[in-house]
């Protein structure tokens, strides 16, 4: 016959595992409630479980096929979907690189959705002060960490007086230290750049970058650039980028 102080133990134990089950059970439970709604860039979505929090992402490929949807998200071809605070933070960014004459700009989106400040580099990239301060912003002021950085691109082509924004990573951007944590896709605000005919003569002319004038004359266009260590995933004309963005917010 077992002693009172026995059985009283033998429960105890017995109740621990029953906690202990009902516990791990319920974590499960919500683990599996935890979906991600994925949208392509050609607008097909798909809702999977993972993650640590229920949340939208854009996949960045334009193909339908099913295969090349799920491989591009192993492969975290991935971006959280942009709030409007951060397609206006994309848009002053673009403003101030111009406004400055071609230097680069920066900002971090953290993994909780907070937007840093925009800060300004070089004109060939974003020096480690200028990384630094909005880093500091993210991390002390805003309680983030990033998600992933939004940065423009100012240096000049070979022999180009006027500056002209690179819509593809350079090779310091693809630096294994720049996606250290992460786990999406960084993005390039960029320009696409053509020339204009002279209808009146026949010959080209140009539209300068900023101010002053010149023989020739260009069209840019704003572009959106995505890439990871590899190099550019999918570019898009930024107008287009932001309209996709709207359209499909509200779909669960």
């Known amino acids: ?6 059985c009283l133990g033998i429960l105890s134990v017995q109740f621990s595992l029953l906690s202990y089950a009902l516990y791990a059970q319920k974590n499960e ?3 599996q409630e935890i979906q991600i709604t994925y949208t392509s860039i050609s607008g097909i979505t798909k809702v999977l479980p993972g993650g640590d929090r229920s949340k939208k992402m854009i996949v960045l490929v334009p ?7 799920l491989q591009a998200i192993r492969d975290l071809q991935v971006i959280d979907y942009p709030t409007e605070e951060v397609l206006g933070a994309m848009n002053h960014a673009f403003d101030l690189a111009i ?5 680069e700009h920066q900002f971090f989106v953290g993994k909780k959705g907070k937007v840093s400040i925009i800060v300004q580099g070089l ?8 990384n ?4 500091v912003d993210l991390d002390s002021i805003k309680g983030d960490e990033p998600a992933y950085d939004v940065h423009t691109h100012g240096d000049s082509l070979a022999g180009d007086v006027i500056p002209y924004f690179k819509p593809d990573p350079s090779d310091t951007d693809r630096l294994a230290i720049n996606f250290r944590g992460r786990r999406q896709a960084s993005v390039i605000l960029s320009f696409e750049r053509k020339k204009l005919p002279n209808l009146s003569t026949g010959n080209s002319t140009s539209v300068p970058f900023g101010s002053g004038s010149s023989e020739e004359k260009f069209i840019y266009t704003r572009v959106i ?3 990871n260590q590899k190099g550019t995933i999918f570019k898009q004309y930024f107008s287009d980028f932001t309209t996709f963005v709207r359209l499909h917010a509200h779909e669960n």
Not at 1 to 6: D, K
């Open 132 to 135: 630094r301060k909005v880093r």
């Open 29 to 31: 439970t919500a683990k």
């Open 63 to 69: 193909d339908t096929n099913s295969k090349d949807f």
């Open 225 to 227: 650039v995505f890439y």
């Open 99 to 103: 406004a400055s004459g071609g230097y």
């Open 123 to 130: 004109k060939d990239r974003i020096d480690s002060i200028a």
């Open 1 to 6: 016959m077992l002693r009172p102080i026995a």
